[in-house]
Structures are given as C-alpha cells and as structure tokens.
C-alpha cells in the first residue's frame, strides 16, 4: 500500500513539472521577450517611424534569418556526427529551444541545457566537448575581423588605456592558466566528457569552421541589410569592420540576460561609427532591429520546441 501511494505521488510530481514545462516555462519565456521589448519603447517608436526606406532589404534580413539557423543547427550536426546521427530539422529544434531558454538564463546557459537534453542520455555527458568545439569555431571568424577592426578604430584615434588593458590580459590569463591546470589535474575523471574534441575527422572539422564562418557571413549582411534599409551611405568598409566591432564585444564581454546582448550591441556600435556619423540613432536602431530578428523572433518560434524537450527527460 505504501509503495502504491508513493508511486502515485510520484506520478503526480511528474505531471505537474510535465505540465509547468509544457504551459508556464513557455508563458515566462514569452512574458520576459515582451517585457525587453516594452521596456525599449523608444527604439519601437523609432521603428515604427521609419519613413522613405527601401523596405526591400529589411525583408531580406529576415529572410536570411532561417540560413542563420540553418547553418548553426548544420554545423550542430556535423559536431554530433561522430556519437549520434541527427537530422538538420531535430538539430534546428534545439537551436531554437536554447534561443528560447537563453532569455530567461545568463550566459547562454540556456542553450546548452537545450544541446545537453537534445542529445541520448547515454551520450550526454559528451555534449560538454561539443559545445567547447562549438564555440571555439564560432570564436574564430570573431577574433579574426574583431582584431581588424579595432587596428583599424586605433589607427583612427581610439585610444585604449593601457592599466585597464594589462589588469584585463592578467586577469585573463590567469583564468586560462588556472583553467588548464585544473584540466590537467583532472584529466581523467573529464576525460569522457572532452571526447568529442579529438574525435572527428579533418574532413567533419573543415565542414564545422566552414560552417561558423558562413554563419559569420550570414551575420554580416543581415546588418549591413538593416544599414541599407535605413539608408546609410558610409563605406561598405567601414559597415564591416563595424559590424565586426560590434561581434567582438558581443563575444568577449559576458552576457547576463537578453537585454544586456541589446545594450552591449547598441554601446559598442555607437562607440565604433561615432568615429564615421554623428547619427548615431540610426546606428542604435539598427542594432536593435538586428536583435529582434537575431534574438526575438528565434526565441519566439522556439517556444513550441522548448514544450517537446519533455520527452527527453
């Protein structure tokens, strides 16, 4: 009798927690992407103000958003491949589910709790050398035009001062030193969770950085389209290497919630262009409107994606 009333207690626990991730974890997804937006009522009504554009190349940028999930969740595939085989389709599903979770947690912590329950239990441990590899090649295009374009803002006049700098790079690479020798303590007991690292082929490598910079890419002309439907006439080099800017610290600056990814973008793009303009509004808008296609729209559509992770627990 016990044993039948534990049991049914239990079944009861699962229902409820199956019910809250089915209804309320979405509500409180959709409620706090709501919340961003109307806690930005100026750059809505900027939005909505908008007049004498060609609305041609907004409506490009967002039709480029599915080949920025598409590639993401291809280059998720081709990282999988070696542990389990996955579909673009079920791959873009997680991609989405962690657009999701990420507004409601810091650091992208949300997408990879979606990567870590989208992956066989049996192999899940390993998700941790996958995200490592994930971000690493993402990492790469990053660094690359992030460092061009700040030679280029130094070369223009932005100064760095050089104590803020050296207490960063200390601080910087006592963590990594730290990091790797932790690593190296405990090599043994993470050896299965770092498997995936080494254990794809030079040609599976070639397909996930070949990935990330088209990725890379597709980010880059998303904003340029928005320069474009707000009519900018800088030169397409400095767009770029401003965009760039704006990647680099999106990156290298740790991300608390959504909102934060919002003012982290707009900060660092109206330092970048105010070297080039003085409208800087047209600057801040477009990095907004590249938020809500980049961060909010995929949030919103991975709402239904977020509710099927049941299955998996």
Not at 104 to 121: C, N, R, V, W
Not at 180 to 190: F, Q, S
Not at 282 to 287: D, I
Request: glycine residues 8%; proline residues 4%.
């Amino acid at each position: 009798m016990i044993k039948s009333l534990t049991k049914r207690i239990d079944t009861k626990w699962i229902k409820i927690a199956w019910l809250a991730w089915t209804w309320v974890l979405p509500v409180i997804i959709l409620s706090a992407v709501l919340f961003k937006l109307i806690s930005t009522p100026g750059k809505l009504h900027l939005f909505i103000g908008v007049e004498g554009v060609d609305w041609i190349w907004l409506l490009i940028c967002m039709a480029l958003l599915p080949m920025n999930i598409g590639l993401e969740a291809y280059k998720w595939k081709a990282i999988l491949k070696p542990i389990q085989a996955k579909s673009i389709w079920n791959s873009a599903k997680i991609i989405l589910s962690g657009r999701s979770l990420n507004v409601i947690s810091p650091f992208g912590i949300g997408d990879i709790f979606a990567k870590y329950m989208g992956t066989t239990p049996a192999q899940r441990k390993q998700t941790v050398g996958g995200v490592i590899i994930d971000r690493f090649s993402q990492l790469v295009p990053t660094l690359t035009m992030g460092v061009v374009s700040v030679i280029y803002l130094i070369d223009k006049g932005f100064s760095i001062p050089l104590e803020p700098l050296l207490l960063a790079a200390g601080i910087a690479g006592a963590l990594v030193a730290l990091t790797l020798a932790l690593v190296w303590i405990y090599r043994e007991k993470i050896k299965g969770y770092v498997l995936l690292v080494g254990s794809g082929s030079p040609l599976s490598f070639f397909h996930i950085f070949g990935s990330a910079f088209l990725r890379y890419g597709v980010f880059t002309l998303q904003f340029l389209c928005v320069f474009w439907w707000l009519g900018s006439e800088l030169p397409m080099a400095v767009l770029i290497l401003g965009i760039g800017w704006i990647f680099l610290i999106k990156t290298v600056v740790p991300n608390m919630s959504v909102l934060g990814d919002l003012v982290k973008r707009e900060l660092s793009a109206a330092l970048f262009f105010s070297f080039f303009t003085d409208d800087l509004g047209a600057v801040m808008l477009a990095s907004f409107v590249v938020w809500i296609v980049n961060i909010v729209m995929p949030a919103v559509a991975g709402l239904g994606f977020v509710s099927e992770m049941k299955k998996t627990f």
